[in-house]
């Protein structure tokens, strides 16, 4: 059954958070989360609901599957100290920082010597400190006992990268995440800023149903932030991450803006609605040859391969897409995703095309009508129930 408004109302972020990590001491993360889901959706009050997260809890019954939902480890772990936080327990590492938690807080701790372009943790302070929910907030920054840059946010348990590893998401999911998801976009692009790196592990869950923080900032271009070498029409192409990366990037189009988020959010919201899900085109590995080559033979193949009538801005890129390649015709996205709600896959269709033709975040939040409005007030309450006072003094 659906949930319920009337009891679903009073059940928080922190409770639902709370609960995943009691069934996850007898299960795996991914299984946790959907346990704790089905209870959520099938329960008719809140009653029937903790009960149901408590025979999760008490079940013993182990699964197979060991994907990562929430980003803390479930047993005490003896963590590291970084400046004058203790027990740090180490969360992730990227190209350029490793992550860390301590207690409510991450820790993003730069270990690059140098920049390298396009990741710059001073630029991505900068942009930070520009940002509202529901973009992630920067609280702190500072050195640590080893003189390393050290950038503090509110710890955020899950990420949608997790949440899609344990099954598709339902709809009142995918409402609230990409609500908020969306909102973050028209924000930063409202300000100039380009994300660039627009992924499922990018934006980070309070729990399954949100609220939903856009993170990720440290390849992001701003048009005064970035430095004079990248200017707006001679952009760094070694951008994104695999099947997110938009067309006109793969063709070398140094111009490109904010249509190159808005490929990813449509890749993002299109994988969400597969079931498994599953990105709607195939990308190998970074380093495996003929990458780029296979995700241009992928994208192809589903949305057709361009012409210049389709495509018209591309009769201007250095690579031009419209030679060496075999002719395939478009899909349609009922085809590509048969049982999605039409309002999704809609989105999708204006999201997923060539760049002349995408919505902006700003034309995709008008069309959208949403169950899930969640104003600035009820977010703020969220936060202050996950204990993230800083940010609240701070709005």
Same mark, same amino acid.
């Given at each position: 059954?659906?949930?319920?408004?009337?009891?679903?109302?009073?059940?928080?972020?922190?409770?639902?958070?709370?609960?995943?990590?009691?069934?996850?001491?007898?299960?795996?993360?991914?299984?946790?989360?959907?346990?704790?889901?089905?209870?959520?959706?099938?329960?008719?009050?809140?009653?029937?609901?903790?009960?149901?997260?408590?025979?999760?809890?008490?079940?013993?019954?182990?699964?197979?599957?060991?994907?990562?939902?929430?980003?803390?480890?479930?047993?005490?772990?003896?963590?590291?100290?970084?400046?004058?936080?203790?027990?740090?327990?180490?969360?992730?590492?990227?190209?350029?920082?490793?992550?860390?938690?301590?207690?409510?807080?991450?820790?993003?701790?730069?270990?690059?010597?140098?920049?390298?372009?396009?990741?710059?943790?001073?630029?991505?302070i900068k942009v930070l400190q520009r940002l509202r929910?529901?973009?992630?907030?920067?609280?702190?920054?500072?050195?640590?006992?080893?003189?390393?840059?050290?950038?503090?946010?509110?710890?955020?348990?899950?990420?949608?990268?997790?949440?899609?590893?344990?099954?598709?998401?339902?709809?009142?999911?995918?409402?609230?995440?990409?609500?908020?998801?969306?909102?973050?976009?028209?924000?930063?692009?409202?300000?100039?800023?380009?994300?660039?790196?627009?992924?499922?592990? !990018?934006?980070? %869950?309070? *729990? &399954?149903?949100? @609220?939903? +923080?856009? /993170?990720?900032?440290?390849?992001?271009?701003?048009?005064? #932030?970035?430095?004079?070498?990248?200017?707006?029409?001679?952009?760094?192409?070694?951008?994104?991450?695999?099947?997110?990366?938009?067309?006109?990037?793969?063709?070398?189009?140094?111009?490109?803006?904010?249509?190159?988020?808005?490929?990813?959010?449509?890749?993002?919201? !299109?994988?969400? %609605?597969? *079931? &498994?899900?599953? @990105?709607? +085109?195939? /990308?190998?590995?970074?380093?495996?040859?003929?990458?780029? #080559?296979?995700?241009?033979?992928?994208?192809?193949?589903?949305?057709?391969?361009?012409?210049?009538?389709?495509?018209?801005?591309?009769?201007?890129?250095?690579v031009s897409p419209f030679e060496l390649w075999t002719?395939?015709?478009?899909?349609?996205?009922?085809?590509?995703?048969?049982?999605?709600?039409?309002?999704?896959?809609?989105?999708?269709?204006?999201?997923?095309?060539?760049?002349?033709?995408?919505?902006?975040?700003?034309?995709?939040?008008?069309?959208?009508?949403?169950?899930?409005?969640?104003?600035?007030?009820?977010?703020?309450?969220?936060?202050?129930?996950?204990?993230?006072?800083?940010?609240?003094?701070?709005?």
């Amino acid at each position: 059954m659906s949930p319920s408004p009337a009891w679903t109302s009073s059940l928080s972020a922190l409770d639902r958070y709370e609960a995943i990590r009691s069934i996850e001491a007898s299960h795996p993360a991914a299984e946790a989360v959907a346990l704790e889901r089905r209870a959520y959706e099938d329960s008719a009050s809140r009653d029937e609901y903790d009960a149901a997260c408590s025979r999760a809890a008490g079940s013993n019954i182990q699964s197979a599957s060991h994907d990562a939902v929430l980003l803390s480890p479930i047993s005490p772990v003896t963590g590291i100290r970084i400046g004058p936080y203790n027990d740090c327990v180490f969360v992730a590492e990227g190209v350029t920082s490793r992550v860390y938690r301590s207690e409510d807080c991450a820790l993003k701790v730069i270990i690059a010597h140098a920049p390298l372009e396009p990741h710059s943790p001073q630029r991505e302070i900068k942009v930070l400190q520009r940002l509202r929910p529901p973009c992630i907030p920067l609280l702190d920054v500072f050195r640590d006992q080893e003189q390393r840059l050290v950038l503090k946010f509110p710890f955020v348990p899950m990420t949608l990268a997790g949440l899609l590893a344990a099954g598709q998401p339902s709809s009142t999911e995918l409402r609230a995440i990409f609500t908020d998801t969306l909102r973050a976009l028209e924000a930063i692009h409202a300000d100039g800023i380009v994300h660039r790196d627009i992924k499922p592990s !990018a934006v980070l %869950l309070a *729990s &399954p149903t949100g @609220p939903a +923080f856009l /993170s990720d900032f440290g390849t992001a271009w701003h048009p005064s #932030l970035s430095p004079p070498s990248e200017p707006a029409d001679a952009k760094i192409l070694d951008i994104g991450t695999g099947a997110y990366r938009a067309p006109e990037v793969l063709f070398a189009h140094r111009g490109y803006g904010p249509p190159v988020d808005m490929w990813g959010l449509g890749v993002m919201l !299109a994988e969400a %609605l597969r *079931s &498994p899900p599953c @990105p709607p +085109f195939e /990308s190998r590995s970074v380093d495996e040859d003929g990458n780029q #080559l296979g995700l241009i033979l992928s994208i192809f193949k589903t949305l057709g391969t361009p012409t210049a009538e389709t495509w018209p801005e591309a009769r201007h890129f250095l690579v031009s897409p419209f030679e060496l390649w075999t002719v395939f015709p478009p899909r349609s996205w009922a085809e590509i995703l048969p049982v999605a709600d039409p309002l999704f896959r809609d989105l999708v269709a204006a999201l997923v095309r060539y760049d002349g033709q995408r919505a902006s975040a700003t034309e995709v939040s008008r069309k959208v009508h949403t169950t899930y409005p969640a104003s600035s007030v009820a977010l703020i309450s969220q936060l202050q129930a996950l204990g993230f006072q800083c940010l609240v003094e701070a709005s």
